[in-house]
């Protein structure tokens, strides 16, 4: 019991020296925690005042800066200020000195009319002076001088115009010349010349009867069949085919070689040959179409296009040969294109199919021209070369390869010896150009020269004079144009001349 009592003093006295000891312990802990708090009081004050010692001078500097920019923005408001002001005085006094120079101009404007006024009485007086010592009123005084001022200017007018003619016309002659001479000295081809008559030879007067046959039955076959007119004549050992159509005359002449080299001639014998003879026509008419495209190295065109080109061949104008009249204007409108910097390839297929309809203008109705535009659309050629059919006949053809294809179809057209024509067709041509110019008023007389390629006209210097010649020129070449046909170039020459004689006695 001792022990234990003890044991509960003790433990009781030792809970208590430890209560003790805790409580010292806690006390120094809190005495350090308070240390450390206050040390960091102090160091945040210091970095507090640090801090607002950096942000006041911040302040004062932003300060300095704000006033500097004020005191600038200050001067320069003063000087725009200025700078207005002295403009405002300037335009006050530009506008002062404008309304002074404004009231001198009304001014002399004034003076102006009031002198006007003067000027204007003085002439109406002058004026009424004038009239009373001439006799003549304003109106007739005043045409008098116009017909005067008019008939003097009209001297001039007439020099002028000529000089400008003359000299435009040399010019462009020189030009002109230049080219077409480098294009034919290029394009020299042949000539041929046919008319409507084609000579068959025989090997005897024998063989005569027999191609008439009994009671004329052979010759009515063969001209019934080919449409050709056969001739027998006194010629010696040779008959003549007679037509229009050089197709029906070849077809003719080679069914007769035939009869003629068989030996056995009657109507059934008649009919195989000319049926061959049409064949080998057809053939032929087929090759010369195409050696022609081959020659000018043309290519693009319908077959069929191109057998009605070789037709051609067995067509003239005037006595030329169509084809080589085509293939020549081909190769001139080539060069004269390459030239002048049209379209070469166009004005060459235009010149090559350029007559293509008098390839059957025979067959068809209407002028070539416009049959040769049809066949062309028809086989879907390009509107600016088909338009060559129509141009080489219009009188201004709107585009350049147009106008080439005219000049080339008149060059080849019109050279010495590329056509003919009978004398009495020829006699009636230089007729109708002669008696065309002798309707216009104030012609008195009218020659044909040169084998009609060209007319002087003479006319009356009384009815008309230098002006109205010049018209009168014009018009007769227009109406050559429209109403006549001739080959290449056809040249107007007037003559207006005044003789007076007189008789010294």
Request: glycine share 8%; charged share 30%; aromatic share 4%.
């Amino acid at each position: 019991m001792f022990y234990i009592i003890v044991g509960i003093i003790a433990l009781v006295v030792g809970l208590f020296v430890g209560y003790l000891i805790r409580q010292q312990i806690g006390a120094g802990r809190a005495n350090s925690a308070e240390q450390k708090a206050e040390k960091m009081l102090a160091e945040a004050k210091t970095k507090e005042g640090d801090i607002i010692l950096k942000a006041k001078e911040s302040a004062l500097k932003i300060l300095d800066e704000a006033k500097k920019d004020e005191e600038s923005r200050r001067r320069d408001l003063k000087e725009h200020q200025l700078r207005l002001e002295k403009r405002e005085g300037l335009f006050d006094q530009k506008l002062l000195e404008l309304q002074e120079k404004h009231q001198k101009l009304q001014d002399k404007a004034a003076q102006i009319e009031q002198i006007k006024g003067e000027i204007q009485r003085i002439k109406s007086e002058q004026e009424q002076k004038l009239e009373t010592i001439s006799g003549l009123d304003r109106e007739t005084a005043r045409n008098i001088l116009l017909e005067k001022v008019e008939k003097d200017a009209q001297e001039d007018i007439l020099g002028r115009i000529k000089k400008v003619q003359e000299q435009g016309v040399e010019d462009v002659a020189v030009y002109a010349r230049g080219i077409v001479a480098d294009a034919m000295s290029r394009c020299a081809m042949s000539v041929i010349s046919e008319n409507t008559t084609t000579t068959v030879p025989l090997t005897s007067d024998e063989m005569k009867g027999r191609i008439i046959g009994k009671e004329g039955r052979n010759i009515r076959t063969i001209e019934s069949l080919t449409g050709v007119d056969i001739i027998i004549d006194d010629t010696p050992q040779a008959i003549t085919l007679s037509g229009f159509s050089l197709i029906r005359r070849q077809v003719a002449k080679l069914a007769i070689e035939k009869l003629l080299k068989d030996g056995r001639i009657h109507p059934g014998r008649i009919e195989e040959y000319v049926e061959q003879a049409k064949q080998e026509i057809a053939g032929e008419i087929k090759k010369a179409g195409e050696d022609a495209i081959f020659s000018l190295g043309v290519t693009g065109l319908d077959p069929k296009l191109v057998q009605i080109l070789g037709r051609l061949k067995f067509r003239t104008s005037f006595g030329q040969n169509a084809l080589l009249h085509s293939m020549e204007v081909a190769y001139l409108s080539s060069f004269l294109a390459a030239e002048l910097g049209a379209d070469v390839n166009v004005c060459k297929k235009g010149g090559l199919l350029h007559d293509i309809g008098k390839a059957v203008d025979h067959e068809v109705q209407g002028g070539h021209p416009q049959i040769g535009y049809e066949i062309m659309k028809k086989f879907n050629m390009p509107e600016d070369i088909s338009y060559m059919c129509i141009a080489h006949h219009e009188d201004a053809p709107h585009t350049l390869e147009g106008v080439v294809v005219k000049v080339a179809d008149a060059i080849s057209a019109s050279r010495p010896g590329a056509r003919s024509d009978t004398a009495e067709r020829y006699l009636q041509r230089i007729s109708e150009l002669e008696n065309l110019a002798l309707d216009f008023p104030g012609v008195e007389k009218a020659y044909a020269i040169q084998a009609g390629r060209e007319i002087r006209v003479f006319v009356s210097p009384d009815e008309i004079d230098d002006l109205r010649a010049y018209a009168t020129a014009k018009s007769i070449a227009k109406k050559i144009e429209d109403e006549l046909n001739y080959p290449g170039e056809l040249k107007v020459t007037l003559i207006r001349e005044k003789r007076i004689i007189e008789y010294a006695k």
